[in-house]
């Protein structure tokens, strides 16, 4: 039977052109800076972002992270907005790492007078604000649109803080947006994209920044033990990454808004408002026995996370196919239908 996994765009698999890429990857000990693959993967990602230099890194978290200690000094506070990765998904690193407060901002959608009211004035009791994070795409599917963004980042710089940029799925933000990676960050004084999500790479995101910013953040990722030698092997699956997939993904964006047309039913609820990128968000217009729903849908070859607050996220990526999503829909509805009298 097929096995389709609808959980992430994270359980992509590497094609072919990187499997053969990675057999032939020039490589050398990357410590050293002496990798010829990830220094082009380095440039590249530098070039295509707007950044002056860029620094590979293992992981979307490593990345968050080196820019999280990187930018700040011990017991300085960050300002991040409440559904964002870097204060849900990565195990209160920054306390841990960076001795960094977080302050929390109540918005899915940071907005700058919510920023401005949350940096701290100069008082002896309070902790220095330093550092605003964003996100874009936002992990709820929402992206934000060019001119807030861009305002977000002025509005942070004018009151001296500097601005991160968790932007995991920048490219589908970007092709959303109608408009360029380079564009849509123009400012920012850092960023962090994922190679190993949509894009396909099976390992690996990139930070980018200034040289000065990388090269402080190289030092720390070595003191993480993310120093590592003949990386190049990966790094070739990233080249590809940038320079091939990112033409791709605008029919992840087609299939989810294709999925979410199918799912609109009498039965189900879709969060029509949150279909900007390659995520489909729904709910049961009635109670079901989740558990009994997973498993059915894995006996039916198709693998699905757990709902959170009852919400499912569905995600495309590049091993869905249209069919794909309208199989899974069949069967959703098929679910809800012999369900909805229980
Ligand atoms: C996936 C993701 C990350 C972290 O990436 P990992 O490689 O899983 O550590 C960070 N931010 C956002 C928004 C993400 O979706």
């Not at 993967?41 to 860029?54: H, K, P, Y």
């Not at 990765?85 to 918005?107: D, F, K, P, Y």
């Not at 900007?276 to 729904?282: A, G, K, L, S």
């Amino acid at each position: 039977m097929k096995i389709i996994d609808f959980r992430s765009d994270t359980v992509t698999k590497p094609t072919e052109k990187m499997r053969l890429a990675m057999l032939h990857a020039e490589v050398g000990d990357d410590v050293y800076q002496d990798d010829p693959t990830v220094k082009e993967l380095e440039s590249l990602a530098a070039s295509v972002t707007g950044f002056e230099d860029a620094l590979f890194v293992v992981s979307g978290t490593m990345g968050n992270q080196l820019a999280i200690m990187t930018h700040t000094n011990r017991g300085d506070e960050i300002i991040v907005g409440k559904e964002h990765h870097i204060i849900n998904h990565e195990v209160g690193a920054m306390a841990v790492l960076s001795s960094v407060n977080v302050r929390v901002i109540n918005q899915t959608v940071l907005d700058c007078d919510s920023v401005v009211s949350s940096i701290r004035s100069d008082n002896i009791h309070y902790p220095k604000t330093s550092l605003l994070c964003l996100e874009n795409a936002l992990s709820n599917g929402q992206v934000i649109d060019q001119l807030s963004f861009r305002k977000l980042i002025d509005c942070a710089h004018h009151h001296n803080l500097l601005v991160h940029v968790d932007g995991a799925r920048i490219f589908n933000a970007a092709l959303a947006l109608n408009t360029s990676v380079d564009q849509l960050v123009h400012g920012a004084d850092s960023m962090m994209l994922c190679l190993s999500k949509g894009l396909g790479a099976p390992i690996g995101s990139m930070l980018v920044g200034n040289k000065d910013f990388i090269k402080r953040a190289r030092k720390y990722r070595k003191m993480l033990g993310g120093g590592w030698r003949q990386a190049g092997i990966i790094a070739s699956c990233g080249i590809i990454a940038i320079e091939e997939m990112v033409s791709r993904l605008h029919e992840d964006h087609t299939n989810a808004k294709a999925l979410a047309s199918y799912l609109s039913d009498k039965n189900i609820t879709v969060f029509n408002n949150q279909l900007d990128i390659n995520m489909v968000y729904f709910s049961f217009n009635m109670n079901i026995d989740h558990s009994d729903f997973i498993v059915k849908a894995k006996e039916d070859g198709f693998i699905l996370n757990p709902p959170s607050n009852n919400v499912y996220r569905l995600m495309t990526h590049l091993n869905v196919s249209n069919e794909d999503v309208a199989s899974l829909s069949k069967f959703i509805l098929k679910y809800a239908e012999d369900n909805h009298n229980l």
